[in-house]
């Protein structure tokens, strides 16, 4: 849970000062309308018994209601490591939770409050939830039968063969990624952009959601083993590992490209490594751990110049990190799986597995974003042409805290210029119109 308001404070610091708020209330307001759906309805579409050929579940769950008692609670998972289902139900709620606000970082700037929340609920409601039975129902834990991913895919392709993905490569960053990707084209460009690409207003604020971020992804991705086990061990240790890799990764392209490591740089690439491990964590070596994050890194870094060339504003390079790291990390599987450490993984290409496990992670990366991309953009006009999705131009020159929160990040009201009384320092905008950053500002 604290991944989200880490994930805030990421985004929030990217953004300039007068649309700091909205960025973090954008995050915050995840928490509250995914948490009651998933309660509502989403438990039970995503982890309910099969409603339809693998790809949603039924109303099993609806309310939560059919999960046991306090007394005679429903268990999942393998003795000795059995767990409540009522704690994977929130285990798995924080996955629901972040997965739309990482979208988020696409939009600054300009998205109104209420589109946004009904966007929100749309969304997980048409793409999540049912993604997320596709990847993490697994037939005979929650359910006895699951999504098609997770389930008969890899069967279809090669024979005991199975989607390797253990924390959430697909259905959250390539799903959200891909979404972040089409909601941006549906929205549009910001006022002014590329010329006037916007500077991050705050580096510490970047650096701390990073770090907040980090701390809270060895509970992503080892938590997802549901057991203190030799598998949560694993995942936890090539997390570890893997981000660190990914930051060098990062600083080596920038110093290349640009001259000069920096911070957000660094903060970019821990979570471009951490997205990339994501799905492998618990089925690679440390050293396979160490090649996928280096690998992240410096892919995602490259890849931030794409909005440029390509011409769509993704404001805070969603697509870059979670697209673009989420693919790789999900494909590197075909490459560096190995069954050395946990007898349910397959073996990769590098240890004499063949092309067929590299088939089987691109089949299923290739179907989470077509479904997520086409899905989210039919969602994105509908809303626009309802609610609406985009704010004035007068209100996004403005400020959009102003005109969707009637509140400022920050108050200048008691600062005065040179000691002159009476002359009352006014925040402006200017700061927001200076050159960009390296990252910003890389030569399309």
Same mark, same amino acid.
């Given at each position: 849970?604290?991944?989200?308001?880490?994930?805030?404070?990421?985004?929030?610091?990217?953004?300039? $000062?007068?649309?700091?708020?909205?960025?973090?209330?954008?995050?915050?307001?995840?928490?509250?309308?995914?948490?009651?759906?998933?309660?509502?309805?989403?438990?039970?579409?995503?982890?309910?018994?099969?409603?339809?050929?693998?790809?949603v579940g039924n109303f099993e769950f609806l309310g939560m209601g059919g999960m046991g008692s306090a007394d005679a609670p429903t268990l999942i998972g393998t003795a000795p490591d059995?767990?409540?289902?009522?704690? =994977?139900?929130?285990?798995?709620?924080? =996955?629901?939770v972040i997965t739309p606000a990482l979208i988020s970082g696409a939009l600054p700037d300009r998205v109104k409050f209420w589109g946004w929340t009904l966007f929100v609920g749309l969304?997980?409601?048409?793409?999540?939830?049912?993604?997320?039975?596709?990847?993490?129902?697994?037939?005979?834990?929650?359910?006895?039968?699951?999504?098609?991913?997770?389930?008969?895919?890899?069967?279809?392709?090669?024979?005991?063969? $199975?989607?390797?993905?253990?924390?959430?490569?697909?259905?959250?960053?390539?799903?959200?990624?891909?979404?972040?990707?089409?909601?941006?084209?549906?929205?549009?460009?910001?006022?002014?952009?590329?010329?006037?690409?916007?500077?991050?207003?705050?580096?510490?604020?970047?650096?701390?959601?990073?770090?907040?971020?980090?701390?809270?992804?060895?509970?992503?991705?080892?938590?997802?083993?549901?057991?203190?086990?030799?598998?949560?061990?694993?995942?936890?240790?090539?997390?570890?590992?893997?981000?660190?890799?990914?930051?060098?990764?990062?600083?080596?392209?920038?110093?290349?490209?640009?001259?000069?490591?920096?911070?957000?740089?660094?903060?970019?690439?821990?979570?471009?490594?951490?997205?990339?491990?994501?799905?492998?964590?618990?089925?690679?070596?440390?050293?396979?751990?160490?090649?996928?994050?280096?690998?992240?890194?410096?892919?995602?870094?490259?890849?931030?110049?794409?909005?440029?060339?390509?011409?769509?504003?993704?404001?805070?390079?969603?697509?870059?990190?979670?697209?673009?790291? !989420?693919?790789?990390?999900?494909?590197?599987? !075909?490459?560096?799986?190995?069954?050395?450490?946990?007898s349910s993984s397959a073996d990769g290409l590098f240890y004499g597995g063949g092309f067929s496990q590299l088939i089987i992670q691109l089949v299923a990366a290739l179907a989470v974003?077509?479904?997520?991309?086409?899905?989210?953009?039919?969602?994105?006009?509908?809303?626009?042409?309802?609610?609406?999705?985009?704010?004035?131009?007068?209100?996004?020159?403005?400020?959009?805290?102003?005109?969707?929160?009637?509140?400022?990040?920050?108050?200048?009201? !008691?600062?005065?210029?040179?000691?002159?009384?009476?002359?009352?320092?006014?925040?402006?905008?200017?700061?927001?119109?200076?050159?960009?950053?390296?990252?910003?500002?890389?030569?399309?």
């Open positions: 849970m604290l991944m989200t308001p880490g994930l805030a404070f990421f985004y929030g610091g990217m953004v300039r $000062s007068r649309s700091v708020l909205n960025m973090l209330m954008m995050n915050f307001m995840c928490l509250a309308i995914v948490g009651v759906l998933w309660c509502l309805y989403g438990f039970s579409l995503a982890f309910g018994n099969d409603a339809f050929g693998g790809l059995t767990i409540p289902i009522w704690a =994977f139900a929130m285990f798995q709620l924080m =996955f629901a969304w997980v409601t048409i793409v999540y939830f049912p993604v997320a039975h596709w990847v993490f129902s697994f037939d005979g834990s929650t359910a006895e039968t699951g999504g098609w991913i997770a389930n008969t895919l890899g069967g279809l392709i090669a024979e005991d063969g $199975s989607v390797l993905d253990f924390a959430g490569g697909t259905a959250v960053h390539i799903n959200a990624g891909a979404a972040g990707l089409a909601v941006a084209l549906i929205v549009g460009k910001r006022r002014g952009w590329p010329r006037d690409p916007g500077r991050p207003h705050s580096l510490p604020f970047v650096l701390l959601g990073a770090a907040l971020l980090w701390f809270g992804w060895f509970g992503f991705n080892a938590g997802s083993a549901l057991g203190a086990n030799v598998n949560a061990a694993i995942a936890f240790t090539n997390t570890m590992l893997a981000t660190s890799a990914a930051v060098i990764g990062w600083l080596i392209v920038e110093q290349v490209r640009d001259g000069k490591p920096t911070t957000l740089g660094a903060a970019s690439g821990a979570i471009a490594g951490l997205v990339a491990i994501t799905p492998a964590c618990a089925f690679v070596n440390p050293l396979g751990a160490m090649a996928i994050g280096i690998i992240a890194g410096a892919l995602c870094a490259a890849a931030v110049s794409l909005k440029f060339r390509l011409g769509f504003d993704d404001s805070l390079d969603v697509v870059a990190v979670h697209l673009v790291g !989420g693919l790789w990390g999900t494909i590197s599987l !075909g490459f560096f799986a190995t069954s050395s450490l946990n974003l077509i479904y997520s991309f086409v899905v989210t953009s039919i969602i994105a006009v509908v809303v626009k042409a309802t609610v609406g999705l985009r704010v004035s131009d007068e209100d996004e020159s403005t400020g959009i805290d102003e005109s969707q929160h009637a509140e400022s990040g920050y108050d200048y009201s !008691g600062l005065r210029i040179g000691g002159s009384s009476g002359s009352m320092f006014e925040h402006s905008t200017a700061g927001d119109r200076a050159p960009a950053t390296p990252r910003e500002g890389s030569t399309p």
